[in-house]
């Protein structure tokens, strides 16, 4: 990720989330698409990581919509059927939350680009749940490392893993001298509370 510049910075004008959580980082894994390098590395840590923490898996499913490509991908190394899951369901046409052809009692791991709160993948969860499949657990590159969302996963009953996070990522950027202390230092306090730096952002803009 930091190797083709997928991490974005931008401490004096964050980056907005969904969610409305001001933040001074941005990593767009979309982007590891298009290295080969890095698209095959990827799908073969997922691959392996599958097979490890969910040996009766027997269908994957990407999450619209940076999860769909990275699941093909991974189906594909694991000789799986695959599918895909609507934030919501479409709102013409079949109307479904599901597409493709969901396998009857499938055992199914779902793939994710990105974890922060969690709530599009929770959502994700439901939607396959409602539609008769088994969501046995979730991976996903990178996330955040907020508590909340794994204590969110695990009350859903669904194990999570990913294959990087936060932490070794800004050790990792300040080793590569992709990051200086300050902005270490700067993005550590956000992990800690990105909640209460975003206040403070947003004090501080009001205030200017």
Request: contains cysteine; proline residues 5%; positive net charge.
């Given at each position: 990720m930091l190797e083709i510049s997928a991490v974005k910075l931008?401490?004096?004008?964050?980056?907005v989330w969904t969610s409305g959580i001001n933040s001074p980082i941005y990593c767009d894994n979309r982007v590891t698409l298009s290295y080969q390098e890095v698209?095959?590395?990827?799908?073969?840590?997922?691959?392996?990581?599958?097979?490890?923490?969910?040996?009766?898996?027997?269908?994957?499913?990407?999450?619209?919509t940076a999860g769909i490509a990275q699941g093909a991908l991974i189906a594909d190394v694991l000789d799986m059927p695959y599918i895909y899951i609507r934030p919501e369901p479409k709102k013409h046409g079949l109307k479904n939350s599901v597409e493709g052809r969901l396998p009857e009692n499938a055992n199914v791991v779902l793939i994710e680009d990105l974890v922060s709160t969690g709530?599009?993948?929770?959502?994700?969860?439901?939607?396959?749940?409602?539609?008769?499949?088994n969501a046995i657990g979730l991976v996903?590159?990178?996330?955040?490392?907020?508590?909340?969302?794994?204590?969110?996963f695990e009350q859903a009953n669904c194990p999570y893993y990913s294959l990087s996070n936060i932490s070794v990522l800004l050790e990792e950027a300040l080793a590569?001298?992709?990051?200086t202390e300050n902005q270490f230092s700067?993005?550590?306090?956000?992990?800690l509370?990105?909640?209460?730096?975003?206040?403070?952002?947003?004090?501080?803009?009001?205030?200017q």
């Open positions: 931008n401490p004096k004008n964050p980056f698209r095959t590395f990827i799908k073969k840590c997922f691959a392996d990581l599958i097979l490890e923490k969910f040996p009766k898996a027997n269908c994957i499913a990407g999450i619209a709530k599009s993948s929770l959502a994700a969860i439901e939607n396959l749940r409602n539609s008769g499949g996903s590159i990178f996330n955040y490392g907020f508590q909340n969302a794994f204590d969110a590569m001298n992709y990051i700067e993005l550590k306090n956000w992990n509370d990105p909640v209460k730096w975003s206040e403070n952002f947003i004090s501080q803009q009001a205030n």
